[in-house]
């Protein structure tokens, strides 16, 4: 299948994107392995045909509005993301009327609607940077991740106020969850997501985003670490570092959206060239200037 894959991508002019949280057998299969904002650098860079993006809805119409020209498939249509799902265009245009002179800065985690009515976005690995940049004198709509705005907070010293939106996966994780982890793998260090609770976050040893994370594990002269984020991200750290020990947090760091992807799908979506993702012209120009604003500060 693998091969059917590959062959049917050349003939396509295809390039398979895949996030990190993705089945190993569908990170095996992509051209391009990477967390949210290397994906959406992808996007906007590669020269290829058709875009094969498999990850989850938001992150598809973050390629079809940087790629407006290509065809950008989601191999399953139904790989949706409960944390964009918590903040809508309408809401969000209600919540800036009552704010005033607001700037929002959007996760990515997000509608291309939603987007399209943010000043700018940012992915867990340029949070901090973009928040940094942003003018001192606008209060700040951080949206929708009250946990990733929680620890961009305290990073930068700026205070925001936060939408009340979380992921599913990550903020499952409790502090009792990592004590009994700590407690069975006392030589191991413990790193974080930002989207896990702040208590949390406040425990581990290291805090970042996905790349982050495996980029600190392979670099670091500790052998063992305990890792707190969805558990799609064990297969690359287990590639990169083979002799290091990486243990999963909790059984519970394991986000169903993203393991909707089979291989089966992805063959099937570029043989009928379906399902095909795309974004409505109004709101990809207004969504495209917050996505380019994100991209000019990286």
Not at 193 to 219: K, R, W
Request: net charge negative; proline share 5%; aromatic share 6%.
């Amino acid at each position: 299948m693998s091969q059917a894959i590959q062959k049917l991508k050349k003939e396509r002019n295809a390039v398979i994107l895949a996030h990190l949280y993705q089945r190993p057998e569908i990170q095996d299969i992509a051209d391009f392995v990477g967390d949210s904002l290397q994906l959406s650098q992808m996007a906007a860079q590669t020269d290829a045909d058709v875009i094969v993006f498999c990850g989850v809805h938001f992150m598809a119409e973050s390629a079809a509005i940087l790629s407006p020209q290509k065809i950008v498939l989601l191999p399953e249509e139904e790989a949706g993301c409960p944390m964009a799902d918590m903040v809508t265009a309408s809401e969000l245009q209600r919540r800036k009327a009552e704010m005033g002179d607001v700037l929002v800065v959007a996760y990515v985690n997000t509608s291309a609607a939603v987007k399209a009515e943010s000043d700018i976005c940012c992915t867990s690995s340029n949070a901090v940077k973009v928040v940094a940049t942003l003018p001192q004198d606008k209060p700040l709509l951080f949206i929708p991740d009250r946990n990733l705005g929680d620890w961009v907070s305290q990073k930068t010293g700026r205070e925001m106020t936060m939408w009340q939106g979380y992921c599913n996966t990550h903020d499952r994780l409790t502090v009792e969850d990592v004590i009994k982890a700590k407690e069975k793998y006392p030589e191991a260090s413990f790193i974080a997501h930002p989207e896990c609770q702040p208590d949390v976050v406040a425990m581990a040893d290291f805090v970042a985003s996905t790349t982050g994370l495996i980029n600190y594990a392979v670099q670091s002269e500790a052998q063992s670490f305990i890792i707190g984020t969805e558990e799609g991200i064990l297969h690359q750290l287990r590639k990169k570092a083979p002799n290091k020990n990486f243990y999963l947090a909790s059984p519970k760091l394991i986000c169903p959206n993203m393991k909707l992807t089979s291989l089966e799908k992805v063959l099937w979506s570029l043989e009928e060239m379906e399902p095909r993702i795309t974004v409505d012209p109004d709101v990809r120009e207004k969504a495209l200037s917050s996505l380019e604003r994100m991209l000019a500060i990286v």
